[in-house]
T-cell receptor
Framework: AQKVTQAQTEISVVEKEDVTLDCVYE???????LFWYKQPPSGELVFLIR??????QNEISGRYSWNFQKSTSSFNFTITASQVVDSAVYFC????????????FGKGTMLLVSP | DAGITQSPRYKITETGRQVTLMCHQT?????MFWYRQDLGHGLRLIYY???????DKGEVPDGYVVSRSKTENFPLTLESATRSQTSVYFC?????????????FGDGTRLSIL
């Protein structure tokens, strides 16, 4: 069975601080994909990034960066110089090689960025 | 505007009533999904559909019925609503069934059952 753990339920930071959201996963599949989604206070779910299990290169997109480490089964998400607009619930999700693209979600981390 | 739309955005109903949540996508995506989001549980899959007339159960299907007569629509019906079904419901779609495909979500339906 697949499992995604986001141990941090809630994180509070002050604007301009860097913050890292942790994601640890479990799967028996050799090929799998990891995703991050953002859910702002307005409630919609926004796709941020996808990473496959064969690509361990870190990825940077503006203030966002993702660190994938297969050795520790982790796919952490860092926001540099956080802003109030980053306040949201962030979900990590896993899709395995089981023939269809169902996602297993973590329980989410609520990030509160105060001015 | 193209995308995935859910209706209604908010719904209040009483226990025992039937309620249908609508989902419509304009991308012609093959796969569609229904999730429920509850505090402490994250998102859990209720049902999914690989194509028109093909549906399958997810993690928490009890008390729900789905249909997919057309590719673009995937309604979710609570045949006899219970208070435990109070939740936020999200519909999603993906281009294909490959595990690399990101799912794109609607804005959600907040359902309260009194």
């Amino acid at each position: 069975a697949q499992k995604v753990t986001q141990a941090q339920t809630e994180i509070s930071v002050v604007e301009k601080e860097d913050v890292t959201l942790d994601c640890v996963y479990e799967t028996r599949d050799t090929t799998y994909y990891l995703f991050w989604y953002k859910q702002p206070p307005s409630g919609e779910l926004v796709f941020l990034i996808r990473r496959n299990s064969f690509d361990e290169q870190n990825e940077i997109s503006g203030r966002y960066s993702w660190n994938f480490q297969k050795s520790t089964s982790s796919f952490n998400f860092t926001i540099t110089a956080s802003q109030v607009v980053d306040s949201a619930v962030y979900f990590c999700a896993l899709s395995g090689n089981s023939g269809y693209s169902t996602l297993t979600f973590g329980k989410g981390t609520m990030l509160l960025v105060s001015p | 505007d193209a995308g995935i739309t859910q209706s209604p955005r908010y719904k209040i109903t009483e226990t025992g009533r039937q309620v249908t949540l609508m989902c419509h996508q304009t991308w012609s995506h093959s796969y569609m999904f229904w999730y429920r989001q509850d505090l402490g549980h994250g998102l859990r899959l209720i049902y999914y559909s690989a194509a028109a007339d093909i549906t399958d159960k997810g993690e928490v299907p009890d008390g729900y019925v789905v249909s997919r007569s057309k590719t673009e629509n995937f309604p979710l019906t609570l045949e006899s609503a219970t208070r435990s079904q109070t939740s936020v419901y999200f519909c999603a779609s993906s281009e294909s069934g490959g595990s690399n495909q990101p799912q794109h979500f609607g804005d959600g339906t907040r359902l309260s059952i009194l």
